[in-house]
């Protein structure tokens, strides 16, 4: 049984995380456990097949997180995130939004969806957009005559653009596991002059796909309104008006809600594209637009920007306690071999490199039902780690080589 530590492991934290204990925590503390019982195992002869030399790269592991450039660009999206959740850009856009296709049936929850992708692009950040929609929408679509499973659906699957559209927190995060694994893939094959992917990688890669999920909700939604007009009726602009509490034109309204948000896209997600700043520095342009948006609808007095600055920390160091719980829970997984594990299983799977990502996709929609994609990101990504997240790498750079 001891040969299939790594495994138990695994499973050991999923079952925690279901019990709904902080990520952070039930990484640090599963893996502290199951090392105790390695070093135990081993004190009183039994073979537990447990490497403690890994245990010895911890100090180095968490001096790289601290001192990690890529990694500062979290805490200044969550503060850009934060400003424009307090600075009423989103619930200006909302209204807007809602009075321009209101009138037609299923309009609110396109307006809803629109607003979600451009909140998502401005932010980064899944629970600021969630929450954000579902305290401003909810209730209108609701009065409205929408369907609740429909109303909270669409700002649920909304919100989620914020994991895939740049700039994404977590597209940031996964940038420095999945350069690590690139690197050593390249080395692997002989390559001594590796190249790197940067999160500009990502996020350049994230954009299309973050589009056609985004173009999918809204068709999604269109046929909804245009099969059962009872659970995405239309509503009158006229009503809507007098509800939103708007006494402006609507020209008026899309000009204050649409341009703000707009321009700090370009600002941000702009300059990382086209390669005028890095992710980080983008993401001091991103704060300090956000700001003045905050500044100019005087939105931002003495007590909220406390209340940002306490959001902002709090998000930010739950963010790095959770990368300082996966370090700790990936060395003791690979002190018990599982590394190896995983890597002989992605190996033997048909298919070479394709077979192994399309495996691994799958494990990731699987998880996604039962835990977050932050949780999956810090419990599956440092599993797999730069030896078999780089064979599925090494297989693509091969055929690649061969083809060319």
């Given amino acids: 049984m001891l040969e299939f530590m790594p495994l138990i492991l695994f499973a050991a934290i999923c079952i925690v995380l279901m019990f709904g204990f902080p990520v952070a925590l039930s990484l640090a503390g599963t893996a502290l456990l199951f090392a105790g019982m390695g070093l135990g195992l081993e004190a009183v002869g039994i073979d537990a097949n447990f490497d403690s030399g890994y245990l010895a790269a911890l100090p180095n592991r968490l001096y790289g997180i601290m001192t990690n450039q890529t990694l500062l660009a979290v805490p200044l999206f969550v503060l850009m995130g934060v400003l424009l959740e307090k600075s009423k850009v989103a619930e200006t856009l909302l209204d807007a939004m809602a009075l321009l296709f209101g009138s037609m049936r299923g309009g609110l929850g396109i307006s809803v969806t629109l607003v979600g992708m451009l909140m998502a692009a401005s932010t980064g950040i899944v629970g600021a957009t969630v929450v954000t929609m579902g305290l401003m929408s909810l209730p209108t679509m609701l009065k409205r005559g929408y369907s609740t499973s429909l109303a909270t659906g669409t700002i649920c699957a909304t919100g989620t653009l914020g994991h895939i559209i740049p ?7 996964l940038g420095d596991v999945l350069s690590s694994a690139y690197q050593q893939a390249q080395l692997d094959m002989g390559i ?11 996020f350049m890669g994230a954009v299309v796909p973050g589009l056609i999920l985004f173009v999918m909700y809204m068709i999604y939604v269109g046929l909804v309104a245009f099969f059962r007009p009872s659970m995405a009726p239309a509503s009158d602009r006229e009503e809507l008006m007098a509800e939103l509490g708007h006494t402006s034109g609507l020209g008026i309204l899309l000009l204050k809600g649409l341009v703000p948000p707009v321009v700090l896209i370009v600002a941000v997600l702009g300059s990382i594209l086209s390669g005028f700043a890095t992710p980080t520095e983008a993401s001091a342009v991103g704060a300090f637009g956000a700001l003045v948006l905050a500044l100019a609808y005087r939105q931002l007095d003495w007590a909220t920007l406390k209340e940002v600055l306490r959001s902002t920390t709090h998000v930010t160091t739950m963010v790095f306690l959770i990368l300082i719980g ?27 490199g394709g077979g192994a990502t399309s495996i691994f996709m799958l494990v990731f929609f699987l998880l996604g039902f039962i835990l977050d994609f932050i949780e999956i990101t810090f419990v599956v990504v440092p599993i797999v780690g730069p030896d078999s997240a780089g064979y599925g790498i090494r297989s693509y750079l091969a055929g690649y080589h061969d083809r060319h």
Avoid: C, N, Q
Avoid at 167 to 173: E, R
Avoid at 192 to 201: E, I, L, Y
């Fill in 167 to 173: 700039p994404s927190i977590a597209l940031v995060l």
């Fill in 192 to 202: 001594f002059s590796p190249k790197t992917v940067s999160v500009g990688d990502l």
């Fill in 326 to 352: 996966a370090a700790l829970f990936s060395l003791v997984f690979r002190a018990y071999g599982g590394e190896h594990m995983v890597t002989e299983l992605f190996e033997g799977m048909p298919g070479g």
